[in-house]
C-alpha cells in the first residue's frame, strides 16, 4: 500500500494567515476533494518543511539550474539542527548568487510554511480554477506538494 498526500501551503514560509481564513481554506478543500481521508490542519509558529516524500527526485538552482543535491543535503541538515528555522536564506554553491530554501528549483514541489493543509489520497490535483478559489479563501498564494510515501 502506498499514499499520496496533497499538502497546501502558503507560498510565503512566514505567512500567518487569520484562523477565521486558514478554516475557510480547509473547508474548502475538503469539500472540493471530499473523497480524500484524513484532512489536517497543520499550524507552527515558524516554519516547517513539507516535503513530497518519494516524488523528491532532484533539486536545482533557481538561478544557473546546476543540480545542488550535494549541497542541499547538508543546507536541509543545518536547518533542521539550528535554533532559527525562520532563517531560511541560502547562498548557492554554483553561482554565489543569494536566494532562500523555499525557492530552490525542487522537482517535485515542496516547501516551508508556518500552516499547511493536508489530505491523504485526493483523487486529483486543483484545477486552476479550485486553486484560485483557495487563495482567494486563504487570502495567500498556494503551493501544492504532492507527497508519495
Ligand atoms: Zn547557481
Known sequence: MSDNWMIVIPVDPVAAPPKERTKAAFDLLC????????????????????????????????????????????????WRNGTNH??????????????TLNELDYVWPQGFACIAITLMNPDSDLEPAERQQVELALGLPVRVIWRHI
Open 86 to 99: 525562520r532563517a531560511l536564506s541560502a547562498e548557492m554553491p554554483c553561482c554565489g548568487r543569494v536566494t
Open 31 to 78: 469539500a472540493l476533494r471530499s473523497e480524500a481521508q484524513d484532512a489536517e490542519l497543520h499550524i507552527s509558529d515558524t516554519p516547517e518543511f513539507f516535503d513530497g516524500g518519494s516524488n523528491f527526485e532532484s533539486v536545482f538552482c533557481p538561478f544557473c539550474q546546476t543540480d545542488i543535491w550535494d549541497w542541499w543535503i547538508k543546507a536541509i541538515d543545518e
